[in-house]
């Protein structure tokens, strides 16, 4: 009996001994987790400042070869021309606003009406249904939809528009606007089931229609989140690369002609990237120049995105 008592007594204590060890490991490890996560921070951080000083070093060498005044005034973009090229960028600007205005004529309806079904008419079952299919747009990659807006929305445009050409703004515009749907539809759709049950039941109560509910009560109670979704979405169509540079063409016009072809800043850097330029060149400095711009673009689109959810939050 004596020697059974000491060996619980043992194995109890070494119980003991190995929970305060795997305590001890627990510990050390919360303390490593926070460096860890902390070196990641910092490494996200250097990366963007990186880009950023890349660009303005490569953007500054740019402005000593041309005025910046013809880079934001001038209104031919010529870089390839056998005398002295052109630097103004307004018609790729152009070239980019119209691409990304037609693209959110498309995605807003579309992308607010599925929002709305999948937040108030849907029910659980189709939605789970729904939503991943619809968000599986957004996985395409860019390239595939870059040769479907050339093969086969420009053909079907020009069969509408004869006057179309081959390389346009509008089929692009289109095909972006479809890419970026999910992104309306999917952020839009968060914020609008974030909307308390109790306004819907209060309205429904004092015989609100389904329709009257969703266009009364919870688009104007997450118009911060829907406007914002917008933005972004934008955003992500300004920035877009392949698509324009597929189907968009690279004739950099300052028009509001969606029918001829046109080039974005994005196509531009493709081009340039492509092997068009030698290294040490003017042209070869001018992408970063137009990369640059193009961020400053999507900064502020990102900043207004952050400004309109923070200034029209609603908390409940």
Do not use: C
């Amino acid at each position: 009996m004596a020697i059974q008592e000491t060996s619980k007594h043992v194995s109890i204590k070494e119980l003991i001994e190995k929970k305060k060890q795997s305590k001890n490991k627990y510990i050390r490890s919360e303390k490593i987790v926070p460096f860890i996560l902390l070196l990641t921070a910092i490494i996200s951080v250097l990366t963007t400042i990186g880009i950023v000083a890349t660009l303005l070093a490569e953007t500054f060498t740019f402005f000593t070869h041309v005025s910046i005044t013809e880079f934001f005034t001038s209104q031919k973009w010529y870089p390839f021309s056998e005398t002295q090229g052109s630097f103004g960028i307004l018609p790729l600007i152009s070239g980019t606003l119209k691409v990304a205005l037609i693209a959110a004529i498309v995605a807003v309806p579309i992308g607010l009406a599925s929002a709305v079904f999948l937040s108030e008419y849907a029910s659980d079952r189709t939605r789970r249904i729904v939503k991943p299919i619809l968000e599986v747009l957004a996985g395409i990659p860019t390239i595939v939809y870059g040769f479907f807006a050339l093969t086969f929305v420009t053909p079907i445009l020009r069969d509408i528009i004869p006057a179309l050409e081959i390389f346009n703004a509008l089929s692009p515009g289109i095909v972006i606007g479809i890419m970026i749907t999910p992104m309306i539809a999917s952020l839009s759709e968060d914020a609008m089931s974030s909307v308390p049950k109790a306004m819907r039941e209060g309205a429904y109560a004092l015989g609100a229609t389904k329709l009257e509910v969703a266009m009364k009560i919870v688009i104007p109670a997450a118009i911060s989140g829907i406007i914002a979704s917008i933005v972004l979405a934008v955003s992500r169509a300004i920035g877009e690369t392949m698509i324009v540079a597929v189907a968009g063409g690279s004739t950099p016009n300052l028009s509001w002609d969606v029918t001829s072809s046109i080039q974005t800043m994005t196509a531009y850097i493709v081009q340039v990237s492509q092997g068009d330029a030698g290294y040490g060149t003017t042209i070869y400095y001018s992408i970063y120049a137009v990369g640059f711009t193009l961020f400053i673009f999507t900064l502020l689109m990102n900043l207004l995105a952050q400004f309109i959810s923070k200034r029209f939050r609603e908390e409940y």
